[in-house]
């Protein structure tokens, strides 16, 4: 299986400052499309998980720009330039290259 | 696009409970469908996957043999059948639509109890 590592547990972060998310796989997760197969979601407190990226750097419809996916093979970043409170939330990565797909252990972003 | 989940609940081990997703606002039978769980206080953990026309299916290794999952496009419902329940099952159950190798649409989660 494709352990996906991500880093840090845990990001406080003050509004209007940028922020970062680590995301590593065991394995690259480029395909033979050129796309890598990995997403990002974020679960605000009680709510479901709604996806951010896909293909690493692609925004999902209705993401703010201020959310960016970089990388490529096993190392993958998620930025936010600005934070805002409503970005609060756990974040998570996900392969989608190779069953099992996995997922990261979650990121909790809160406000200092 | 709209996904609601029901059929989750309070089972006993070895017991069994049958989830039912009701989709809405796109074409179901052009998209592959996943169940994704969420143990208490935990992250999320893919559990089974369904192609479009059914002819495909994948689990974790956790749930094979306990768990089928399958769909009815005429009914635009996808379902998870769970068999054998273990303690270690109880998590809130989530479908998703499958699109660009991400879920890119969720429903509101089942939340499965199994205690004695």
């Known amino acids: 299986d494709i352990v996906m590592t991500q880093s840090p547990l845990s990001l406080p972060v003050t509004p209007g400052e940028p922020a970062s998310i680590s995301c590593r796989s065991s394995?690259?997760?480029?395909?033979?499309?050129?796309?890598?197969?990995l997403s990002w979601y974020l679960q605000k407190p009680g709510q479901s998980p709604q996806l951010l990226i896909y293909f690493a750097s692609s925004r999902a419809s209705g993401v703010p720009d201020r959310f960016s996916g970089s990388g490529s093979g096993t190392d993958f970043t998620l930025k936010i330039s600005r934070v805002e409170t409503e970005d609060v939330g756990v974040y998570y990565c996900?392969?989608?290259?190779?069953?099992?797909?996995?997922f990261g252990g979650g990121t909790k972003v809160e406000i200092k | 696009v709209q996904l609601v989940e029901s059929g989750g609940g309070l089972v006993q081990p070895g017991g069994s409970l049958r989830l039912s997703c009701a989709a809405s606002?796109?074409?179901?039978?052009?998209?592959?469908m996943a169940w994704v769980r969420q143990a208490p206080g935990k992250g999320l953990e893919w559990v089974a996957s369904?192609?479009?026309?059914?002819?495909?299916?994948y689990y974790v290794d956790s749930v094979k043999g306990r768990f089928t999952g399958s769909r009815d496009n005429a009914k635009n419902s996808l379902y998870l059948q769970m068999n054998s329940l273990r303690a270690e099952d109880t998590a809130m159950y989530f479908c998703?639509?499958?699109?660009?190798?991400?879920?890119?649409?969720w429903g509101q989660g089942a939340q499965v109890t199994v205690s004695s």
């Open positions: 369904v192609k479009g026309d059914g002819s495909e299916k």
């Open positions: 996900m392969q989608a290259l190779q069953g099992p797909l996995t």
């Open positions: 394995q690259s997760l480029l395909h033979s499309s050129g796309n890598n197969f």
């Open positions: 606002g796109f074409t179901f039978s052009n998209y592959w």
């Open positions: 998703a639509r499958g699109e660009v190798a991400a879920y890119d649409s």
